[in-house]
């Protein structure tokens, strides 16, 4: 039996007590530095707002177990929830939430301004354009669950301790041992933080580098409303639905004939939380350390559109009001998992009360059988770059994220501020072509170059860019259309710098690939295997391509940092099981740099930069070193895009010479730079899945369209019992490329998709695939659809049908 110490009695740190203990853990000691009938955290004042329906499927799916558990222990007043809008851009956003709501699952309605204002009658009629109902939101009594689960999980054997902050750790080398309290020291093997906007000083104490940000944001209630008199007769009492008006950032619930009311309009104020001081003994409603005083001059304007939204308000007064302290973070995920460098560490932070039970229960999931069934990738605290860890960031991004957080956010809109931060060798010869620049990861990546629309009056009639519907039309230039026709017809280069490359090297790089990978990598150098990464469930943890350069170095083409933090982990155990077989794992993504060279001609470039005229011909998953226009390179045979040609890969202080060369070769062979946007459509167009929006840990290789890279007659490796089971089910869903009717309408992603009238699925990605003329998306659809079966796609409330099956994609 683990023993297990959980820092934090908030509504995440009991949750996680309750999930684990009923999976049988109990030997469980939850640590709080406040008194467990009122512990002082962002719990112990939240409003209790829970609004499901969120862009994240597994948002969406922690909010909806949330609802589920809170309703089975009767803290969950199920009053619905309602969003208005009072622009024509709200109303076109509540009808793509209401798309994706149905992607996962949530029942939602459109509404009308009538049928706002009968459901919720102290609306404004002259001002709401419609609205978005959900009926199952409603409202958490998030203090009461925390007492009931205390209650329940100290009958099955959890401890706990109040009074008793966490102020150090013990470790053994790079593990967790014990929880250091002025009380004494606990030992333990496993540490869960769950400290809420602590998280930082918790993380320090550890060595864990926490990227999130304390805010202090506003929430008041009024005095008695004549209007609301005997409506609700209990104090906290609601009848209404929550309530959200997020074109001026407010939010609003009852409390019996009061109201109460969320702001987020004003300026960003980032807390330090050690500054907030020790909790005191005597913590009450009014003195708490997450309860900051109030500024009303922050909240005048608050004050002022509510009353014209609810005029039933102009008779009531402020009564109190507080600045209160939640969490962000960069990317407005929660922080969720193990710790990268740290073992035994994990934490469970920045969540709120909405997601609250669903992130406990992934994370007791992940404790006690290895994974959460709900997909992790977008919170898992080991998916940050390192230069997304710097405080500064953290600070600044978080801000942002503090004054976007009811904003109607584009998929593709880039943040404005920091930007610059990694940039590739190729950047300024990328700047002289005119290229627009998308930020992930921190890196700037080209979307297209204004260099290339001195060819768009050569496009050949087939190739010409249609017209778009205004939202995909947003990031998107008609450039793309060249720089598709020319990787098709001609050549074009792509900056894979910013594509994870990994090094694995020493006597054990063979074995540690060999059990991690779905197939053999034993092959001898020279080559290059696809290869997938599973976890012990069968789930699709990465993709991953594997070259071969020495017996004891491989280089992997593989993707985020949660890649390379899992891969230095199970390196670091092996090595300290068995020397012998020790293997280092080195992410040298920024060291070196990368260009994608293809289309029909790349052949003919590649003959140009080098007289070895063996090089030029093409022999796919090969990798060779070797040098070409006098610098020193890696040339790897493979493709996305199902063009010919390489990746050349140099050093990085190489790059912008590699960069010229190829370009200067190309130039007689119609060369053209091609970004971002081009790519995704001629991969779609490839059938080629992208990790982490086509594929995640929730879908299996046969569901992924990913048979091929799979092999059960290997001998041992991570997920093969599960694989071998998985072969012999039947297939239920699987993943599947549709084909638009219409042209002028672009799919973005999470759509919901329609079989006779029954929603059976939803749009992984999609992009306007140029080969074809039409639109294009991947969708998991169950088996039945086949080839050739018609469907619709609902984007912004209209449904456009589709048909499975294009002639170029290979899915
Ligand atoms: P907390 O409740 O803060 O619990 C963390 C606990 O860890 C604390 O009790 C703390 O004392 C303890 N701790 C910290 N450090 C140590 C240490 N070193 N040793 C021992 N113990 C320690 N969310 C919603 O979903 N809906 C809403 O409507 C909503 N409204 C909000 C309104 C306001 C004004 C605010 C401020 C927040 C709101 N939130 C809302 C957010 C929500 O309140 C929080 O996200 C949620 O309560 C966090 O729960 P938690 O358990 O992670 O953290």
Same mark, same amino acid.
């Given at each position: 039996?683990?023993?297990?110490?959980?820092?934090?009695?908030?509504?995440?740190?009991?949750?996680?007590?309750?999930?684990?203990? %009923?999976? &049988?853990?109990?030997?469980?000691?939850?640590?709080?530095?406040?008194?467990?009938?009122?512990?002082?955290?962002?719990?112990?004042?939240?409003?209790?707002?829970?609004?499901?329906?969120?862009?994240?499927?597994?948002?969406?799916?922690?909010?909806?177990?949330?609802?589920?558990? *809170?309703?089975?222990?009767?803290?969950?007043? =199920?009053?619905?929830?309602?969003?208005?809008?009072?622009? !024509?851009?709200?109303?076109?956003?509540?009808?793509?939430?209401?798309?994706?709501?149905?992607?996962?699952?949530?029942?939602?309605?459109?509404?009308?301004?009538?049928?706002?204002?009968?459901?919720?009658?102290?609306?404004?009629?002259?001002?709401?354009?419609?609205?978005?109902?959900?009926?199952?939101?409603?409202?958490?009594?998030?203090?009461?669950?925390?007492?009931?689960?205390?209650?329940?999980?100290?009958?099955?054997?959890? =401890?706990?301790?109040?009074?008793?902050?966490?102020?150090?750790?013990?470790?053994?080398?790079?593990?967790?041992?014990?929880?250091?309290?002025?009380?004494?020291?606990?030992?333990?093997?496993?540490?869960?933080?769950?400290?809420?906007?602590?998280?930082?000083?918790?993380?320090?104490?550890?060595?864990?580098?926490?990227?999130?940000?304390?805010?202090?944001?506003?929430?008041?209630?009024?005095?008695?409303?004549?209007?609301?008199?005997?409506?609700?007769?209990?104090?906290?009492?609601?009848?209404?639905?929550?309530? @959200?008006?997020?074109?001026?950032?407010?939010?609003?619930?009852?409390?019996?004939?009061?109201?109460?009311?969320?702001?987020?309009?004003?300026?960003?104020?980032?807390?330090?939380?050690? %500054?907030?001081?020790?909790?005191?003994?005597?913590?009450?409603?009014?003195?708490?350390?997450?309860?900051?005083?109030?500024?009303?001059?922050?909240?005048?304007?608050?004050?002022?559109?509510?009353?014209?939204?609810?005029?039933?308000?102009?008779?009531?007064?402020?009564?109190?009001?507080?600045? $209160?302290?939640?969490?962000?973070?960069?990317? &407005? $995920?929660?922080?969720?998992?193990?710790?990268?460098?740290?073992?035994?560490?994990?934490?469970?932070?920045?969540?709120?009360?909405?997601?609250?039970?669903?992130?406990?229960?992934?994370?007791?999931?992940?404790?006690?059988?290895?994974?959460?069934?709900?997909?992790?990738?977008?919170?898992?605290?080991?998916?940050?770059?390192?230069?997304?860890?710097?405080?500064?960031?953290?600070?600044?991004?978080?801000? #942002?994220?503090?004054?976007?957080?009811?904003?109607?956010?584009? !998929?593709?809109?880039?943040?404005?501020?920091?930007?610059?931060?990694?940039?590739?060798?190729?950047?300024? @010869?990328?700047?002289?072509?005119?290229?627009?620049?998308?930020?992930?990861? $921190?890196?700037?990546?080209?979307?297209?170059?204004?260099?290339?629309?001195?060819?768009?009056?050569?496009?050949?009639?087939?190739? =010409?860019?249609?017209? +778009?519907?205004?939202?995909?039309?947003?990031?998107?230039?008609?450039?793309?259309?060249?720089?598709?026709?020319?990787?098709?017809?001609?050549?074009?280069?792509?900056?894979?710098?910013?594509?994870?490359?990994?090094?694995?090297?020493?006597?054990?790089?063979?074995?540690?690939?060999?059990? *991690?990978?779905?197939?053999?990598?034993?092959?001898?150098?020279?080559?290059?295997?696809?290869?997938?990464?599973?976890?012990?469930?069968?789930?699709?943890?990465?993709?991953?391509?594997?070259?071969?350069?020495?017996?004891? *170095?491989?280089?992997?083409?593989?993707?985020?940092?949660?890649?390379?933090?899992?891969?230095?982990?199970?390196?670091?155990?092996?090595?300290?099981?068995?020397?012998?077989?020790?293997?280092?794992? +080195?992410?040298?993504?920024?060291?070196?740099?990368?260009?994608?060279?293809?289309?029909?001609?790349?052949?003919?470039?590649?003959?140009?930069?080098?007289?070895?005229? #063996?090089?030029?011909?093409?022999?796919?998953?090969?990798?060779?070193?070797?040098?070409?226009?006098?610098?020193?390179?890696?040339?790897?045979?493979?493709?996305?895009?199902?063009?010919?040609?390489?990746?050349?890969?140099?050093?990085?202080?190489?790059?912008? +010479?590699?960069?010229?060369?190829?370009?200067?070769?190309?130039?007689?062979?119609?060369?053209?730079?091609? $970004?971002?946007?081009?790519?995704?459509?001629?991969?779609?167009?490839?059938?080629?899945?992208?990790?982490?929006?086509?594929?995640?840990?929730?879908?299996?290789?046969?569901?992924?369209?990913?048979?091929?890279?799979?092999?059960?007659?290997?001998?041992?490796?991570?997920? @093969?019992?599960?694989?071998?089971?998985? %072969?012999?089910?039947? *297939?239920?869903?699987?993943?599947?490329?549709?084909?638009?009717?219409?042209?002028?309408?672009?799919?973005? &992603?999470?759509?919901?998709?329609?079989?006779?009238?029954?929603?059976?699925?939803?749009?992984?990605?999609?992009?306007?695939?140029?080969?074809?003329? +039409?639109?294009?998306?991947?969708?998991?659809?169950?088996?039945?659809?086949?080839?050739?079966?018609?469907?619709?796609?609902?984007?912004?409330? @209209?449904?456009?049908?589709?048909?499975?099956?294009?002639?170029?994609?290979?899915?």
């Amino acid at each position: 039996d683990k023993r297990v110490v959980i820092i934090g009695a908030g509504i995440v740190g009991t949750n996680l007590a309750d999930e684990l203990v %009923s999976r &049988g853990w109990t030997n469980i000691t939850v640590v709080e530095q406040g008194p467990l009938r009122m512990p002082g955290g962002s719990t112990s004042h939240a409003p209790g707002l829970v609004f499901q329906t969120n862009a994240s499927k597994s948002m969406t799916e922690f909010a909806k177990y949330t609802v589920q558990k *809170l309703l089975s222990i009767d803290c969950f007043k =199920q009053v619905g929830g309602l969003e208005v809008a009072t622009t !024509p851009e709200r109303m076109e956003e509540l009808k793509r939430k209401h798309g994706y709501a149905t992607s996962w699952g949530v029942e939602t309605h459109l509404l009308t301004t009538e049928e706002c204002v009968a459901l919720y009658p102290h609306l404004s009629k002259d001002i709401v354009l419609g609205g978005f109902h959900i009926p199952s939101d409603g409202l958490a009594l998030a203090a009461q669950a925390v007492q009931l689960l205390i209650e329940r999980t100290r009958k099955a054997g959890v =401890q706990y301790l109040e009074h008793t902050p966490v102020t150090g750790f013990v470790k053994d080398d790079d593990t967790i041992t014990g929880v250091i309290t002025p009380n004494g020291t606990i030992q333990t093997d496993i540490v869960c933080s769950c400290a809420g906007f602590w998280g930082v000083e918790v993380g320090a104490l550890a060595g864990v580098p926490i990227p999130l940000q304390p805010m202090a944001h506003q929430y008041v209630k009024t005095t008695a409303v004549p209007k609301q008199k005997g409506r609700n007769p209990e104090p906290n009492g609601a009848t209404l639905p929550i309530l @959200r008006y997020q074109d001026q950032d407010l939010y609003y619930r009852e409390h019996g004939d009061r109201y109460g009311i969320g702001y987020y309009g004003h300026k960003p104020m980032p807390v330090t939380a050690a %500054s907030l001081g020790p909790t005191a003994k005597n913590v009450s409603e009014s003195n708490m350390p997450s309860r900051l005083a109030f500024t009303p001059e922050d909240f005048e304007p608050a004050w002022k559109l509510t009353q014209e939204m609810l005029p039933a308000l102009r008779d009531s007064q402020i009564a109190e009001g507080f600045n $209160g302290i939640l969490s962000f973070t960069p990317d &407005g $995920g929660p922080l969720v998992g193990r710790a990268p460098n740290l073992e035994g560490f994990y934490v469970a932070e920045a969540v709120w009360v909405t997601h609250s039970a669903g992130v406990a229960r992934s994370l007791a999931e992940v404790l006690t059988t290895g994974k959460s069934t709900i997909d992790l990738s977008g919170a898992e605290l080991s998916r940050f770059e390192d230069i997304q860890l710097a405080p500064d960031y953290v600070t600044e991004t978080s801000s #942002q994220d503090f004054v976007e957080v009811y904003d109607i956010i584009h !998929p593709l809109q880039p943040r404005e501020s920091p930007r610059d931060l990694r940039v590739t060798p190729f950047h300024a @010869r990328q700047k002289e072509l005119g290229a627009f620049f998308l930020e992930t990861g $921190g890196w700037e990546r080209p979307q297209w170059y204004d260099a290339n629309a001195k060819l768009l009056g050569d496009l050949p009639p087939r190739w =010409q860019p249609r017209e +778009r519907d205004a939202w995909s039309n947003r990031f998107y230039s008609p450039i793309t259309a060249v720089e598709a026709w020319k990787t098709r017809t001609a050549v074009a280069m792509y900056d894979q710098s910013p594509i994870r490359r990994i090094e694995v090297s020493g006597p054990g790089a063979e074995s540690l690939l060999q059990r *991690l990978m779905t197939v053999d990598v034993s092959r001898n150098a020279g080559t290059i295997t696809f290869a997938l990464m599973l976890d012990d469930h069968g789930g699709v943890r990465s993709d991953v391509f594997v070259a071969r350069l020495a017996k004891n *170095l491989y280089k992997l083409g593989a993707n985020g940092p949660t890649d390379v933090a899992y891969l230095t982990r199970e390196a670091r155990l092996q090595s300290s099981t068995d020397s012998r077989r020790f293997v280092h794992v +080195r992410d040298i993504t920024g060291a070196t740099s990368s260009i994608g060279l293809w289309g029909p001609r790349a052949g003919q470039v590649m003959g140009s930069l080098s007289s070895d005229k #063996q090089l030029a011909e093409f022999s796919p998953m090969r990798v060779t070193r070797t040098h070409i226009a006098g610098l020193p390179v890696l040339l790897q045979s493979i493709s996305f895009l199902g063009e010919t040609g390489w990746e050349i890969q140099t050093s990085a202080e190489n790059g912008q +010479r590699l960069w010229d060369a190829v370009f200067q070769a190309g130039q007689s062979h119609g060369i053209v730079a091609a $970004g971002r946007a081009a790519f995704n459509s001629l991969r779609m167009e490839n059938g080629f899945r992208s990790w982490g929006t086509d594929v995640t840990t929730e879908h299996n290789p046969f569901e992924a369209g990913f048979a091929d890279a799979v092999d059960t007659s290997k001998a041992d490796f991570v997920g @093969r019992a599960a694989l071998v089971r998985l %072969s012999k089910a039947p *297939l239920t869903k699987r993943i599947r490329c549709l084909t638009l009717e219409t042209t002028g309408t672009v799919m973005m &992603g999470k759509e919901p998709v329609y079989l006779d009238g029954q929603a059976i699925g939803y749009v992984t990605s999609a992009a306007f695939a140029y080969t074809v003329g +039409r639109p294009i998306a991947f969708a998991y659809l169950p088996n039945e659809v086949q080839e050739g079966s018609r469907v619709e796609i609902e984007y912004f409330g @209209r449904r456009y049908a589709a048909t499975h099956g294009v002639r170029e994609a290979r899915l």
